[in-house]
Structure formats: C-alpha cells, structure tokens
C-alpha cells in the first residue's frame, strides 16, 4: 500500500522568509500528487497538481510554486513568506487508474 | 466549477446513537464521485466512505452510510451507533472523474460524541 512522508511536521517562518515543504511517496508509481492548503475560515484548497516530473498545474494565483523534481517526490516553495501564506499544508495522492484520493499527515506552517 | 455546501458547522450526538451530517454539491459534470473524508484532532484525513454518481446503491463501509440522491444533489453521511473515537471534523468532497480529479472540499461539519 501507498505510504505519504512530509516535513516538516511543524515550521514557524517570519514574514518575508523562504519556503521550502516536501513530500514523498512509497508504494506506487507515477501517481497523481497535489498540493492542498487548509486554513482557518477556508476549508481545503488545492494549490497545485502533477501528473509527472516536471509537469505542474497551478490552481490559485499566489507567492507559491511547486516543482517534482522525481517520480515520488513533491515540493512547495515559496521566496517570500507572506501572512496569509499561515495554514496546513497536504499532500495528497492519486494511484493512477483509481479515483481515490491519499493524504499526507500534512505540516502546519505558521508565518509570523 | 462545483461547489459543495455542508449546511451544520457542528453537530452532537450520544454515545451508541446515530446521527445523519448533510451536504449537498452542485455541477454539470455528469459522471463523477463523492467523498466523505474524517479528520480527527491528529488532523490526518482519513476517508470513510466514497459513491461512484454512476451507481445507484448507497455505499456502506461498518457503521457508516450515505444516502445518495443525484437528482437532488444530495450527499448525507449516516454514522450508527457513534462511538467516542468519531469525533471529528468530517468533511465532504466532490472528485471530478476527468483533469486533475482535484477534489472540491465543504467547509466540513464538527461532531462531537457524547458519553
């Protein structure tokens, strides 16, 4: 079975600091892999999505990229911090040919 | 684009008793799937139950159950005989089934089980 590995578990980062969250993946092959924000008031928001290496589709306008830079491997960056950039962050993964959906115990960022 | 409306931001229930979280979606899309998603303190999401739109028998894993009604656009999440350990956020999705198959979130129900 799929395994989802993300780190940090937990960051505090001031405003205006870089971003750097990853996200692996055990079990499958080429999969689907997204980038959800939840934050408070908001519910969950999907920040971005891959079909493979290299290949990422942005959902929302915003101070964030990702990059997958290898098969099971899916980062979120950002240059710049920004306030509102504060929630929790997950991973989420899609086993091609199913339409079920895995998450990542996720990372609570906190920009201060 | 969908959205999904989940109408009880927090409900209680008694230990041993049942309880029915709503949600209702709206799309255009006509095959797609639907989602009901726990997420404990831990803030793991784990998924309870799923119904493919193209079937027309509600989906039933344990104690859980969905009452489905695709014309209405209606989505209920019945949970019997609720044990302490389902207190939770639950929160209902909907999946496209084509794209990115990105899931579309309610703003999720709080339910908290009574001793």
């Known amino acids: 079975s799929q395994t989802i590995h993300q780190w940090p578990a937990t960051l505090v980062q001031p405003v205006g600091s870089p971003l750097s969250l990853e996200c692996t993946v055990e079990?499958?092959?080429?999969?689907?892999l997204y980038w959800y924000r939840q934050a408070a008031g908001r519910g969950l928001q999907l920040l971005f999505y891959?079909?493979?290496?290299?290949?990422i589709s942005s959902e929302v306008p915003q101070n964030l990229s990702a990059s997958r830079p290898q098969d099971r491997q899916f980062i979120l960056s950002s240059k710049k911090l920004l306030l509102s950039d504060s929630g929790f962050y997950l991973c989420?993964?899609?086993?091609?040919?199913?339409?079920?959906?895995?998450f990542g115990p996720g990372t609570r960022l906190t920009v201060l | 684009a969908q959205t999904v409306t989940q109408s009880q931001p927090e409900m209680s229930v008694q230990e041993a008793e049942t309880v029915t979280l709503s949600c209702t979606y709206d799309t255009s899309e006509s095959n797609y799937y639907l989602f009901w998603y726990k997420q404990p303190p831990s803030r793991q999401m784990i998924l309870v139950i799923r119904?493919?739109?193209?079937?027309?028998q509600n989906a039933t894993e344990n104690r859980f159950s969905v009452n489905f009604q695709k014309a209405a656009k209606s989505f209920s999440l019945k949970i019997s005989d609720s044990q302490l350990g389902d207190t939770a956020m639950y929160f209902c999705a909907f999946g496209s089934a084509a794209g990115s198959y990105q899931l579309t979130f309610g703003k999720g129900t709080k339910l908290s089980v009574i001793p």
């Open positions: 079990g499958t092959s080429n999969p689907n």
């Open positions: 119904q493919e739109a193209y079937k027309q």
């Open positions: 891959s079909v493979g290496i290299g290949q």
């Open positions: 989420v993964l899609r086993v091609i040919g199913t339409d079920t959906q895995y």
